[in-house]
C-alpha cells in the first residue's frame, strides 16, 4: 500500500478517527441493549433473568450502522472539533437524532429491525448522554496517546522545506521534525558526506533522533553515496519516502515543483489499473446515476420553473467541454447566469460573488443542483460520477502552455465531484488552476473504487452541511 493510501485508511489519524469510532458503536448498541432490558423489565414485566438473557433484537444491530452514518455526515470524526463547546455538543445531538430517525426509517421498510416507541425514546437520550461523555474523555486523554513520528528531511529545493512547516503546523502533532539536510540538485561525489547545520552526519542524526520516517527529494533522489545505507534502514523499519509523495500525504496536493518526468513513471499509472476496475466504475456509475435521476426528476419541473420565472432563457444550459483523452463532450446544467453572458467564458472564471450569476443560480450553485442534468452525461458514458470537472478546450490550451503535465487530468473521465471539490476552493484564475492540478495530481494518483466512494460520502457531506460552491 502507498503512503497516500496508508494515510488515507490507515493512517496515525485514521487510526485515532477509527478508536474514536469504535467506542461510539459500542456504546450505540450496549444503549440499545440497555433500552430493551428496560422496556422488558418495565412494560413486558419480564423477570430480571429472562429480560436479561432474552435475545436481543437484530434492530440494535442495525443502529450502530445508522448513527455512524449520520455521526459522518455531521462531521463528527473530525479530531480538530472542540466537543467543549455549545454548539458542537449540539451538533452532536442533532446527529444523533438523525442516526434514530434513519433507525426508524430502516425499520419501516425492514420490520424485523423495529425497537419500538419506547426504545427508541429511552435508547436516544443515554446514547446522546454516553457518545457526549466518550468524547470528552477521548479528547482530553486519548487523542495524543500514541508518540510522534521522527522525520528526517534530505531535501533539495525550498518547496520541499515547506513539509517542515507542514508538520509543524498538523493539529494532532504526530509528526515532528529532528533535522533537515540540504542537498544541491546537481550530482553528488559518492565520497561527499552530508551534515546539517550542526555539522551533524546524516547517519549520526537518524541513529541519535531514534528517525523512523526519512523524507529525500522527488527530483534529485536519494543522494547517490547513501543509497545502500538507505535500503538497510528501509529493511529495520524505518520509513523511505520521496517528498512528493509525502508532502501529498500530508497535504492531499502533489505540489509542481517537486516532480519531475521521471517521477511521473514512476508513480502514476492508468487510474483504474484494469479493465476489470474500469467496467466496476462503470457499473458504480450507471447504478448511482440512475438513482440520482429517479430521486431527483419529480423535482425537476420546479427548477426549471424557478430558473425561468428568475430570468428569461432557457432552464438547461449546454456547452462543449473535453472528456476522456480531450475528447469533446457536450455537458447540461440547470441554467445559472443571466442569458446574456456565456457561462464561464474564454477566461472568465467563475467568481465569488459572480455578478452574472442569477439569484436561483447562487442557490443552485450551493447547491450542486446545476449539476444533476450530468446523471444524463453518466448514463451515457461520457462523464463518471466521480473525475475532475470538465473544462472548455481553449482553457485547457492556455492552461497546458503554463502548467507542466496538464494532459494528464484527461487521463480518466470528467466527473460529478472529485478531490479537488472536496479539497480547494473554486479555482477563479490561472494561478488557482495550478494549484487545483496539484490536487488533480493526488486524485489521479490515487483513483481507486473505494477512493471514489470515499469521495462519494464526503460530497454528501458537503451538500448537508452546504459547502458547495
Do not use: C
Not at 435508547?123 to 486519548?142: D, G, H, N, T, V
Not at 448514463?379 to 481553449?394: C, D, T
Request: proline share 5%; charged share 20%; net charge positive.
Amino acid at each position: 500500500m502507498s503512503l497516500h493510501r496508508d494515510n488515507l485508511w490507515t493512517g496515525s489519524r485514521r487510526r485515532r478517527q477509527l478508536f474514536l469510532l469504535l467506542g461510539d458503536m459500542v456504546l450505540v448498541v450496549l444503549t440499545g441493549i440497555l433500552a430493551v432490558f428496560i422496556r422488558r423489565l418495565l412494560l413486558l414485566d419480564m423477570p430480571f433473568g429472562m429480560a436479561r438473557n432474552f435475545p436481543v433484537p437484530s434492530g440494535v444491530w442495525a443502529l450502530a450502522i445508522t448513527y455512524f452514518l449520520a455521526l459522518y455526515i455531521f462531521d463528527q470524526y473530525n479530531l480538530t472539533r472542540d466537543i467543549s463547546k455549545r454548539t458542537e455538543a449540539a451538533m452532536l445531538a442533532l446527529a444523533s437524532v438523525v442516526g434514530i430517525s434513519l433507525d426508524t426509517t430502516l425499520a419501516f421498510f425492514f420490520p424485523t429491525l423495529a425497537l419500538g416507541r419506547f426504545v427508541v425514546l429511552i435508547q436516544l437520550p443515554l446514547a446522546i448522554a454516553a457518545l457526549y461523555a466518550w468524547r470528552r474523555l477521548f479528547y482530553a486523554r486519548l487523542l495524543r496517546f500514541a508518540q510522534p513520528h521522527r522525520v528526517l528531511l534530505v531535501i533539495t529545493n525550498p518547496v520541499e522545506r515547506g513539509i517542515e512547516i507542514e508538520l509543524r503546523d498538523r493539529p494532532l502533532g504526530d509528526y515532528t521534525v529532528v533535522g533537515v539536510f540540504s542537498v544541491s540538485d546537481q550530482a553528488q561525489p559518492e565520497s561527499l558526506v552530508l551534515s546539517d547545520e550542526n555539522g551533524r552526519r546524516l547517519e549520526q542524526v537518524v541513529t541519535e533522533q531514534s528517525v523512523d520516517t526519512l523524507v529525500f527529494s522527488a527530483r534529485g533522489g536519494f543522494p547517490a553515496q547513501y543509497l545502500e545505507q538507505a535500503i538497510d534502514w528501509k529493511f529495520n523499519g524505518i520509513g523511505v519516502y520521496d517528498a512528493a509523495n509525502f508532502y501529498g500525504a500530508m497535504t492531499g496536493r502533489v505540489p509542481i515543483e517537486t516532480i519531475d518526468a521521471r517521477w511521473i513513471l514512476d508513480h502514476l499509472s492508468q487510474p483504474y489499473g484494469s479493465a476489470i476496475g474500469w467496467r466496476m466504475k462503470r457499473l458504480l456509475d450507471v447504478v448511482l446515476a440512475s438513482i440520482g435521476l429517479l430521486l431527483s426528476i419529480i423535482f425537476w419541473p420546479i427548477l426549471i420553473l424557478a430558473i425561468k420565472l428568475d430570468s428569461p432563457g432557457p432552464a438547461i444550459f449546454r456547452q462543449e467541454r473535453l472528456g476522456l483523452r480531450q475528447k469533446p463532450v457536450v455537458i447540461a446544467k440547470f441554467r445559472s447566469m443571466y442569458q446574456t453572458f456565456e457561462e464561464e467564458g474564454e477566461a472568465a472564471y467563475a467568481q465569488h460573488d459572480d455578478p452574472r450569476v442569477t439569484r436561483v443560480g447562487k442557490w443552485l450553485r450551493k447547491t450542486r443542483l446545476d449539476e444533476l442534468p450530468q446523471f444524463w452525461n453518466v448514463l451515457m458514458g461520457e462523464m463518471s460520477i466521480v473525475g475532475l470537472r470538465p473544462i472548455r478546450q481553449i482553457n485547457a490550451e492556455r492552461l497546458a502552455e503554463q502548467i507542466p503535465f496538464y494532459h494528464l487530468r484527461f487521463s480518466m473521465k470528467p466527473g460529478l465531484t472529485g478531490w479537488p471539490q472536496i479539497r480547494y476552493k473554486y479555482a477563479d484564475d490561472d494561478t488557482s488552476h495550478l494549484h487545483k492540478f496539484e490536487y488533480e495530481l493526488y486524485h489521479i494518483q490515487n483513483a481507486s473504487l473505494a477512493f471514489d466512494l470515499y469521495l462519494i460520502v464526503k460530497t454528501i457531506q458537503q451538500l448537508f452541511f452546504g459547502r458547495g460552491q
